[in-house]
């Protein structure tokens, strides 16, 4: 019988004010960044409510994963899903996701979705590794304070 591997030591904890500037960076890093999506105002729009957060794993090498997890009261959605691409392959993405998962079960939300780029067959193979199904859906958007669509 083989015995499971171990859980990779990372810790988790909410980002703190000094965590910012690093986080932005790893999120630059992995390629999560879009012109149109400021990750400073986003990161702060998450931690000014209840309802959202951003999580930081830290292993002895400092930040190398985070996460921004919120809710609407119904779903829970994952945005930021970053693993340092030094420090991949670790399991720490696993550990990671697994921390957004927790913060949604304490709040009582039962469903998480998220959303993944149709070229992005690595990172839609992440997901199914860990059990996430792809869901018939269409996804509409408009920019509410006036900004022309992107893609």
Not at 19 to 30: E, G, K, P, T
Not at 60 to 65: E, F
Not at 84 to 106: C, F, N, Q, S
Not at 119 to 134: H, I, K, M, R, T
Request: proline letters at 5%; a neutral charge; glycine letters at 10%.
């Amino acid at each position: 019988m083989a015995l499971a591997a171990p859980a990779p030591a990372l810790t988790i904890a909410p980002i703190g004010d000094g965590d910012v500037a690093d986080v932005i960076v790893l999120w630059q890093r992995c390629g999560l960044t879009r012109p149109w999506n400021d990750p400073a105002a986003d990161i702060a729009l998450a931690r000014k409510g209840a309802n959202a957060a951003v999580l930081v794993g830290r292993d002895n090498c400092g930040i190398v994963a985070s996460v921004l997890v919120g809710h609407d009261g119904h779903r829970g959605w994952v945005y930021y899903l970053a693993v340092d691409p030094d420090h991949r392959h670790k399991g720490y993405g696993r550990v990671i996701m697994g921390a957004a998962e927790d913060w949604l079960r304490t709040r009582g939300i039962t469903k998480l979705q998220l959303m993944v780029r149709a070229d992005n067959s690595q990172v839609q193979a992440f997901y199914q590794s860990l059990g996430y199904l792809e869901q018939e859906r269409i996804v509409f958007a408009r920019w509410l304070d006036g900004r022309e669509p992107t893609p």
